[in-house]
């Protein structure tokens, strides 16, 4: 198996874990992944940032006429999708036409298929900015990664560029007294010489803290589910999410695990 990267814009509709059946909208290069986060699990591969000069992200306007193509197509055909979502090739909110491409997006799904919901599959990394913060708070699921309880397993597991830290991202999820969803994906296994592992007893309670702090409206949580950068994770079985469910569902937080 090896890592994939999206060679479109717009890509799917594809039959998604959490999202169901989505359309999928790549805002990032299509050539190689742009993330301000180098995840060992990341399913694009490894983040080489430093490499690339020139990123060069896809106009807005291709975007608007892209997206309308497709959901005019996905209308015709009868077959529209249960969701429209920000994923692709890197963190989307990276984008510097981020918010007014949720607004051109809420616009299309409102006029071709209002049933359709709007998702945001974030990393976090750029709510200290209000615009972003604005345009995430437009959308129906606005779903932000938080997959550790402390900075050394932030650093190890997210290895998100130098100066984001999780206590200043934890300062953030904040902001959104409504209207979050936090994703976890939870993973262990060993790279570099060094045992990495959010699913520990400590790790948990760590990040269960967080997570009442935060008081997301609900909470997925889930395991690898293809090839990874960093070969041997371990897919954390089943019945194991489900007690680190069973853990969650006594703050009160609901929870769903995706498998
Ligand atoms: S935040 Fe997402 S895109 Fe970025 S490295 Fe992690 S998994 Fe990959």
């Not at 932030?154 to 206590?167: E, G, H």
């Not at 904040?174 to 592992?197: A, P, W």
């Amino acid at each position: 198996m090896t890592c994939f990267l999206f060679d479109k814009v717009i890509f799917g509709p594809v039959q998604s874990r959490r999202l169901g059946v989505s359309l999928g909208i790549n805002l990032l290069p299509t050539g190689f992944k742009h993330c301000s986060f180098n995840c060992i699990y990341c399913e694009c591969g490894w983040t080489k940032n430093n490499e690339i000069k020139n990123i060069s992200f896809p106009p807005a306007t291709i975007v608007k006429q892209y997206l309308e193509k497709k959901l005019q197509e996905l209308k015709a055909s009868d077959s529209l999708p249960d969701s429209i979502s920000f994923a692709g090739n890197g963190e989307p909110t990276l984008h510097p036409d981020f918010s007014e491409i949720i607004d051109l997006t809420i616009e299309l799904r409102n006029k071709y298929t209002p049933q359709s919901k709007v998702a945001v599959l974030s990393n976090a990394s750029m709510i200290y900015l209000p615009e972003i913060v604005n345009a995430l708070k437009k959308v129906d699921m606005n779903i932000l990664k938080l997959d550790a309880g402390t900075e050394e397993t932030f650093r190890d597991i997210n290895k998100a560029a130098s100066d984001i830290s999780l206590k200043d991202i934890v300062k953030n999820l904040k902001q959104f007294t409504s209207n979050l969803i936090i994703q976890t994906l939870f993973v262990r296994g060993e790279f570099n010489g060094k045992m990495i592992d959010n699913t520990s007893e400590k790790e948990v309670a760590t990040w269960l803290e967080i997570l009442k702090e935060i008081k997301p409206e609900r909470l997925m949580i889930y395991p690898i589910a293809r090839a990874t950068p960093v070969k041997g994770l371990e897919k954390i079985p089943l019945e194991e999410l489900e007690l680190i469910a069973e853990k969650v569902k006594k703050t009160g937080i609901k929870v769903e695990v995706y498998y």
